[in-house]
């Protein structure tokens, strides 16, 4: 028990929302009518109806973490995670429960929680430490890192009230890292910050966990970066903790929401989707290296193979070739493949069914979402017998053991295994 520096026990947390509705009147004439009359009798205004409801943020949650540990927390939006850092902050008050802490806590969760406007970067440093319980030598130690950190020498004192975004999120985590915490939770809000700061923020969290023996709490949407920087995952759901374990298979299971079937659609042949010349039968995502994964969920070290089943209606033999467009998550073209551009033999098909499988090597598609945008079906390699859109969707993820490369850095659009000599 020792080593246990967090522990929720039963931790729910309730607002109350109050929802407003107009009444509801049939015609212009109604509504003069109803309000002339008000003002002749000196009604007050009941044309808003209120009604309250709960929600619960959280639900009975249960956990614990020990020192060291750097937990990522992940879910849809709404899911409860900035509520469960604001409780663990003690910014907010849980509805029930006991949450046990010990050591300080740092907390980035909004841009501008923690400092005071009016005060300039290098006084609200000495705030935030002060606030942590340290005394101004052991500020005055660290100060000079801080401030390279944030790489705001220029505007050390200026109030930060004039700060950007940026700067206000650069000075607020150098703060917060350096001060020697035990505890350290950090919301999304770093995206404000630029790609490259990003990196010296995964970087440094890293650090003061593994040397530094510190707690980290990291909120991201960012996937690579979780699976990064974090060994331990929580997945919640609607105010639910869902899961916690490994950090990969919490990403898997939280992907999972969003693949549902898609990776793979079939039809039967009078609902299929074409023309009279041709119908697309089936289409799916495989892995034909590692045939125990997990179906929706992919890695990059996964061979992969699209397959895509037509009829074709044509009657006697007709050439075929088929090419698909592959899109990542931001609608950026990944590839184009084509069987007819690389094979210089044309195929001749009868009327029937027709199967294409085109293999994706191992190690080629980087971490992302991605979708088949566009098939299509050529004839004698000019003529579209059939195109559809948005056919399948599937998902890849960074092999666990695979920690080669910056941080939380997407390095590029794909991430080949490439051969070096010596």
């Known amino acids: 028990m020792n080593d246990i520096v967090i522990k929720a026990e039963d931790i729910s947390k309730k607002y109350i929302l109050a929802h407003q509705q107009a009444e509801r009147y049939t015609a212009i004439r109604d509504v003069i009518a109803e309000k002339v009359k008000r003002v002749l009798k000196g009604r007050a205004n009941k044309d808003v109806i209120q009604s309250k409801e709960e929600f619960w943020a959280l639900k009975n949650i249960n956990f614990e973490i020990k020192q060291g540990d750097r937990v990522g927390i992940i879910g849809r939006n709404g899911a409860g995670k900035s509520t469960l850092l604001k409780v663990l902050s003690r910014i907010t008050e849980p509805a029930g429960g006991r949450i046990t802490l010990k050591g300080r806590v740092a907390s980035l969760l909004e841009v501008g929680t923690g400092f005071h406007p009016e005060l300039t970067g ?140 898609k990776r793979k659609v079939q039809w039967e042949p009078e609902q299929a989707p074409g023309n009279l010349n041709a119908k697309l039968l089936k289409a799916e995502v495989r892995v034909i290296n590692r045939p125990q994964a997990i179906a929706d969920i992919f890695e990059t070290g996964d061979a992969l193979e699209f397959q895509f089943v037509f009829f074709n209606e044509k009657e006697g033999l007709t050439a075929l070739d088929v090419t698909f467009h592959l899109l990542d998550e931001m609608g950026h073209l990944i590839f184009v493949g084509s069987s007819g551009i690389h094979n210089t033999v044309v195929r001749n098909f009868e009327r029937g069914e027709v199967k294409f499988i085109c293999r994706i090597p191992a190690d080629l598609i980087h971490e992302g979402s991605y979708n088949i945008s566009r098939l299509l079906l050529v004839q004698d390699r000019g003529t579209v017998n059939l195109e559809i859109k948005d056919v399948i969707q599937f998902d890849v993820i960074s092999k666990q053991e695979e920690n080669w490369g910056w941080m939380g850095g997407k390095e590029g659009i794909i991430k080949p295994r490439l051969e070096w000599f010596y």
């Open 122 to 261: 290098r006084e609200n440093i000495f705030l935030n430490g002060a606030i942590l319980g340290m005394s101004r030598i052991e500020i005055r130690k660290k100060f000079d890192e801080i401030v390279a950190f944030a790489e705001i020498e220029k505007f050390l004192d200026t109030p930060v009230k004039r700060y950007s975004s940026g700067m206000y999120v650069r000075l607020a985590f150098s703060v917060a890292a350096h001060l020697e915490p035990e505890i350290l939770i950090v919301d999304e809000v770093l995206a404000v910050g630029d790609a490259q700061f990003q990196k010296k923020c995964l970087g440094k969290m890293e650090d003061v966990s593994r040397n530094g023996g510190r707690t980290v709490l990291f909120v991201s949407h960012n996937m690579t970066a979780m699976q990064s920087l974090c060994n331990i995952g929580m997945l919640f759901e609607k105010g639910e903790l869902k899961y916690k374990g490994n950090m990969s298979e919490t990403i898997t299971r939280y992907l999972k929401q969003f693949t549902s079937g």
